[in-house]
């Protein structure tokens, strides 16, 4: 599985940005489907998951400002991202579990200034 993700830049903080996640190469269903982001120093952390059927799992510092959503029909994730702050700033990574296997993408910078 190829993880292919995009959509980061340069933003003020309070703005919004939409990252997307494409899928390909997959000949099965990709049970869950996630973003993480990573801050030099500091370990790679959990932003919100999806599963194939739509349920979701977000960090507590992300609720209420960002949405993730995934087209099944495109193998498409996406991340929504409102309100951004100034700690929101970080490479963000597209992560997929199929099966037993975990595929990783090569990550998308997300830079938010004060």
Request: net charge positive; glycine share 10%; aromatic share 10%.
């Amino acid at each position: 599985v190829q993880l292919q993700a995009s959509g980061g830049g340069l933003v003020q903080a309070g703005g919004s940005l939409r990252l997307s996640c494409a899928a390909s190469g997959s000949r099965f269903i990709i049970n869950r489907m996630g973003w993480y982001r990573q801050v030099p120093e500091k370990q790679r952390e959990l932003v919100a998951h999806i599963t194939f059927r739509g349920t979701t799992n977000y960090a507590d510092s992300v609720k209420d400002r960002f949405t993730i959503s995934r087209d099944n029909t495109k193998n498409t994730m996406y991340l929504q991202m409102n309100s951004l702050k100034s700690e929101d700033t970080a490479v963000y990574y597209c992560n997929a579990l199929q099966g037993s296997i975990e595929y990783w993408g090569q990550g998308t910078r997300v830079t938010v200034s004060s």
